[in-house]
Nanobody
Framework: QVQLVESGGGLVQPGGSLRLSCAAS????????MGWYRQAPGKQRELVAA???????NYKDSVKGRFTISRDNAKNTVDLQMNSLKPEDTAVYYC???????????WGQGTQVTVSS
């Protein structure tokens, strides 16, 4: 298990940018998979972006070209750079980590992102 703390959420206008950061309580060097999920009111939690220990990334189709996930093993952080934000990106964003492919996920407490004029 690993403890995760998110930061960087807030209110931004459509077309704006935000950078979310997830700090882990231990080294992430060997953690199999880390990612960002989001959950909007009345909707299921969904994967936004993920990155493996080998650097392979995976993005939700609707954020490709706008969001970038990055993993810093030296700082034990995983960031999500979000550009060209849209109102439909509004949600609580959660950091996720899987130590091994079949291990249970660890979750952060979530950070609110609101895109509105």
């Amino acid at each position: 298990q690993v403890q995760l703390v998110e930061s960087g959420g807030g209110l931004v206008q459509p077309g704006g940018s935000l950078r979310l950061s997830c700090a882990a309580s231990r080294s992430i060097f060997s953690i199999y998979d880390m990612g960002w999920y989001r959950q909007a009111p009345g909707k299921q939690r969904e994967l936004v972006a993920a990155v493996t220990s080998g650097g392979t990334t995976n993005y939700k189709d609707s954020v490709k070209g706008r969001f970038t996930i990055s993993r810093d093993n030296a700082k034990n952080t995983v960031d999500l750079q979000m550009n060209s934000l849209k109102p439909e990106d509004t949600a609580v964003y959660y950091c996720n980590a899987r130590i091994a492919p079949l291990s249970p996920s660890s979750w952060g407490q979530g950070t609110q992102v609101t895109v509105s004029s």
